[in-house]
């Protein structure tokens, strides 16, 4: 059975900064695209970030380029995003999802994500 868990979400100031975590099992995180999304009040889930399954290739949405940094530790079967000079804007729930994809880069649909975590909830003060 997959599971995806997520943590590292709160509360934090405008200004701060916060590194998610999401620990896999039942797949292996190297044999897939791995990817962040996000649901903020009254909107519609997007695409936040997303690294590669075969050469670690990063991809940003444009407002959190220069931001945000996905990584991946494969020994711990964990995805990272360390979220730095986090805004208002940012205040959103995260979730974490994997792709059996075999594209050459990563999808920034939702749709296309096989498998998904509960999410964590990010709040950023101003």
């Known amino acids: 059975q997959v599971q995806l868990v997520e943590s590292g979400g709160g509360l934090v100031q405008a200004g701060g900064s916060l590194r998610l975590s999401c620990a896999a099992s039942?797949?292996?995180?190297?044999?897939?695209?791995m990817g962040w999304f996000r649901q903020g009040p009254g909107k519609e889930r997007e695409f936040v970030a997303a690294?590669?399954?075969?050469?670690?290739?990063?991809y940003y949405a444009d407002p959190v380029k220069d931001r945000f940094t996905i990584s991946r530790d494969h020994a711990k079967n964990t995805v990272y995003l360390q979220m730095n000079s986090l805004g208002p804007e940012d205040t959103a729930v995260y979730y974490c999802?994997?792709?059996?994809?075999?594209?050459?880069?990563?999808?920034?649909?939702?749709?296309?994500?096989?498998?998904w975590g509960q999410g964590t909830q990010v709040t950023v003060s101003s």
């Open positions: 999802a994997a792709d059996w994809g075999r594209s050459a880069t990563p999808s920034d649909v939702a749709s296309e994500y096989e498998h």
């Open positions: 039942g797949l292996t995180i190297s044999k897939y695209d």
């Open positions: 690294i590669s399954w075969r050469a670690s290739n990063t």
